[in-house]
């Protein structure tokens, strides 16, 4: 009986490694779920805009769209989240457009247009940083707001925190990627994640003010990550408790609109 019990430990234990080997080499089809467009596919957007394309050094080709307001009063450079494309992406634009700022998206590596695939983080701040270096030379950065959406929210929280953009703001972010993996899957060790993405860390770096929303109906990201960042705020730092608010569409949320419709035009 003890032998027959001790083999059925020994199968779980080699599955559980399995598990873990499985999830290490294949994260990436876990994190990033883009959807591709064909390079000469055309955007149907109402309002006015701008396709910009950008080489990387790799020779890999990122694609983006500049939004125009009538009478901008700068730039919203917008990190998407982790699924679809500026197909779906860019329609939330009018959101800001309207309040007078033009934005900014860019779809990253494998996702719509963009070029190559996401393969580590180092690469996803390389791209991220490389696009907003070109953007610069359009705006000046005390005219240029960096808005991170989700996954976008770690990536966006590195670039404010080595870059002089006029504010940082959060939709629905996550204090590490870790932190939100070990809150999900407890039995998953932190060690197998290549992607960290750490919110926590980047914030106590940000010298510009730092705005977050998150809904207390998140169901993808946990809204109390948000009071966790909180912790680190500096005394100008905001955070907004959308109540209600799931994980999508927030853009589009009342509350909200009226909360950056403020912020903006201040």
Not at 15 to 44: D, R, S, T
Not at 198 to 205: G, S, Y
């Amino acid at each position: 009986m003890k032998k027959i019990i001790l083999n059925i430990f020994k199968i779980i234990a080699v599955l559980y490694i399995l598990i873990c080997v499985l999830l290490y080499f294949f994260q990436e089809k876990l994190i990033f779920f883009p959807e591709k467009l064909a390079k000469n596919y055309k955007y149907k957007f109402t309002q006015n805009f701008e396709e910009l394309n950008f080489n990387t050094a790799d020779n890999k080709s990122l694609n983006g769209i500049l939004f125009k307001s009538d009478s901008s009063k700068g730039l919203i450079f917008y990190l998407h989240g982790n699924a679809g494309s500026l197909k779906s992406w860019g329609q939330i634009a009018k959101t800001y457009t309207d309040l007078n700022y033009d934005l900014f998206m860019v779809d990253y590596r494998g996702y719509g247009k963009s070029d190559g695939e996401i393969k580590n983080e180092k690469q996803f701040y390389g791209d991220v940083q490389f696009v907003y270096d070109n953007l610069k030379n359009k705006y000046p950065e005390n005219k240029i707001v960096i808005l991170g959406y989700s996954i976008g929210t770690g990536p966006a929280t590195k670039l404010a925190s080595v870059n002089n953009s006029k504010l940082l703001i959060l939709q629905a972010p996550y204090y590490s990627l870790k932190d939100m993996m070990q809150h999900n899957y407890k039995l998953v060790p932190a060690f197998i994640l290549k992607y960290n993405f750490e919110t926590n860390k980047f914030i106590k770096e940000c010298k510009m003010p730092v705005l977050i929303f998150h809904g207390n109906a998140d169901e993808v990201i946990y809204y109390q990550s948000s009071l966790k960042l909180k912790e680190l705020f500096k005394k100008e730092d905001t955070l907004i408790i959308l109540n209600g608010q799931s994980h999508n569409g927030m853009s589009e949320n009342a509350e909200y609109k009226l909360e950056i419709e403020k912020i903006l035009r201040d």
